[in-house]
């Protein structure tokens, strides 16, 4: 109990600092609150730590205190941001910045605030006049040719949460030395070093413009121009999850030739509570429900969505049965690979000096895809900063064409360099369009590549492990599973083991090599000799531990097979819990 003990006196020392009058009267009151509460829960949680940059910046729960996301500590982020870059940038006298944000709950505020500081610490903001999708952000920051910027956003997560993602003057988001260099800076503040009073001479405001210099960017990701005009009435619903994506989407898909969009009315309603779903995530199948419903009044070809900050996407297909089915994460991915590299191809436009990018937790289909088609693939980690780091390092030398991840990310062109919803969204409906110039839909495009490279199942297993002692758990998890690795998964023989934060690949003879990855990070990988993957790493982002799991099997041979192996599939990953203790 001492521990616990000596955690609380630690937390309310800090507690007592937000009762001065640097802190506004209702922040000075809930920390009271805490501080009153015989239950220390609270207070510690609040408390415990510093918010600190993750694979998605900062990110937490709404509230009064040092492990949440308030004025005070996106001021006191703000402030060492800017301080990192008046020397990073030092000598150059006009540093600017990009300031947006989406539709949630205190967004607008966090974003004034954010340009308040920066413009007080001389620095040029261009914040948008309203919210605006994530890859917009990034866009901006290339085409205004800024330094850095600053998205107010918590993506898909639950609506008490709000976030921050930093970003560096190549439009990606924050890495290494520059992340930890910003820390180290947010670090020394003290909400007395905070300048909140802002120079709005320095804060200029845009929107339409950019708008329509990205929606025309938009149109690169476009391969086949002809398909579109053929099918031009494609039947599509689009929902924006209450956020960013309900001007934005709609005008790009016009501006691709598509004329015959339908939105849910609903959900394009600008709501930071998200009344119409339980969580914002496209990954879940609720979300979706109102999308299929008004798909299914209008007999439409297919339901889309974007999540609210409009980075992500879902899809929506009919099987052969006429049911909704929303197309995972790695199927997404899949499917944008294979048609960029197959009508690329027929159409004269693969030069052979082309690359793709995917996340070593992704589906090892795409690599399959890619190797039989001769077009390089590169493996990165979880993050669209990593793929974005991969468009960085060939840039002017090869050419990026496709890259995404196993959550519903993907970016199909290289002006924007986080995950673009927007872009994705008319691409896959280019493919809609093209599956139904040859009497197919998106489904039987998915059988079909399955029965060309190979099924395989991949399903997350999300953990959730919240507070202090949520977070000392899954740690000590990893420390178990790298004293003890699995030596057989769900009956599989496992004969491969990745460890990314010794960098080293040991194989069933116990031979090691070493992993060429440009960092180190808390990601285990287990492979199976009949092919089997397992990855296991703790969320950036939430409070849990995740384990991407996929399942091959080869004889899957045409649809028809697709139930059937998905069901053995699923029996398989409920006997890889078993092994793994996941219950």
Not at 175 to 204: R, S
Not at 341 to 368: M, P, R, S
Not at 378 to 407: H, L, M, P, V
Not at 476 to 490: A, K, S
Request: glycine fraction near 8%.
């Amino acid at each position: 109990m001492g521990n616990n003990l000596d955690l609380i006196k630690q937390c309310e020392a800090v507690a007592q600092q937000w009762l001065t009058p640097a802190f506004d009267e209702d922040t000075r009151k809930e920390v009271q609150k805490m501080l009153d509460d015989e239950d220390k829960t609270a207070l510690v949680d609040a408390f415990y730590q510093n918010l600190e940059f993750g694979t998605g910046g900062l990110r937490g729960i709404m509230g009064a205190g040092t492990n949440r996301m308030n004025k005070y500590i996106v001021g006191m982020a703000t402030q060492g941001f800017a301080n990192y870059l008046l020397k990073a940038f030092a000598g150059k006298s006009d540093i600017s910045v990009v300031v947006g944000h989406d539709c949630r709950n205190n967004g607008r505020m966090f974003a004034e605030t954010v340009a308040d500081i920066f413009s007080a610490n001389g620095i040029k903001v261009y914040l948008f006049e309203s919210l605006r999708p994530t890859p917009e952000i990034s866009f901006a920051i290339r085409q205004l040719g800024c330094q850095a910027g600053v998205n107010v956003t918590a993506s898909h997560n639950p609506r008490e949460y709000n976030g921050y993602k930093a970003y560096w003057e190549d439009g990606a988001q924050v890495l290494a030395p520059h992340d930890t260099g910003i820390i180290n800076e947010v670090n020394k503040v003290t909400i007395a070093d905070v300048k909140f009073e802002g120079n709005k001479e320095l804060v200029e405001i845009i929107g339409g413009e950019m708008d329509w210099d990205y929606i025309q960017a938009v149109k690169e990701a476009m391969v086949d121009q002809d398909v579109i005009l053929r099918q031009k009435d494609l039947n599509i619903v689009y929902s924006a999850m209450h956020g960013t994506g309900r001007h934005i989407v709609p005008m790009a898909l016009r501006s691709w030739g598509f004329q015959n969009i339908h939105v849910v009315p609903e959900q394009m309603v600008v709501d930071g509570n998200f009344p119409t779903v339980i969580s914002p995530n496209p990954e879940n199948a609720e979300a979706m429900t109102l999308g299929m419903k008004l798909g299914t009044k209008l007999n439409a070809d297919l339901v889309i969505a974007s999540d609210p900050d409009a980075d992500r996407l879902a899809i929506v297909v009919r099987n052969p049965k006429g049911e909704w089915e929303i197309i995972n994460g790695n199927q997404t991915c899949m499917m944008f690979c294979w048609y960029i590299i197959a009508n690329k191809k027929k159409l004269g436009q693969l030069k052979g000096n082309e690359f793709l990018v995917k996340t070593i937790v992704t589906t090892e289909a795409i690599a399959e895809i890619a190797k039989k088609n001769g077009v390089e693939l590169r493996d990165c980690y979880t993050g669209f900063k990593w793929i974005a780091n991969e468009i960085r390092i060939s840039e002017g030398k090869q050419k990026y064409i496709g890259g995404g991840e196993e959550s519903f990310g993907f970016l199909p062109f290289d002006k924007v360099r986080d995950k673009d919803a927007p872009a994705s969204i008319c691409l896959i409906c280019e493919i809609a369009a093209w599956a139904k110039d040859n009497g197919r839909t998106l489904y039987d495009l998915l059988m079909d590549i399955y029965a060309e490279y190979g099924y395989s199942r991949e399903l997350t297993i999300n953990v959730v492990k919240p507070g202090k002692s949520g977070a000392d758990e899954i740690k000590q998890m990893m420390v178990d599973f790298r004293n003890n690795p699995p030596q057989e998964l769900g009956g599989s023989k496992v004969v491969l083991w990745k460890d990314y934060k010794t960098l080293e690949a040991t194989d069933d003879k116990g031979n090691v090599t070493k992993l060429n990855m440009p960092d180190t990070s808390n990601v285990l990988q287990w492979f199976c000799e009949d092919g089997t993957k397992i990855s296991v790493r703790p969320s950036g982002t939430e409070p849990k531990i995740k384990f991407y799991t996929e399942i091959k099997n080869p004889t899957f041979k045409c649809g028809g097979c697709y139930e059937r192996c998905n069901s053995e599939a699923m029996a398989k990953i409920e006997a890889i819990k078993k092994s793994l203790n996941l219950g």
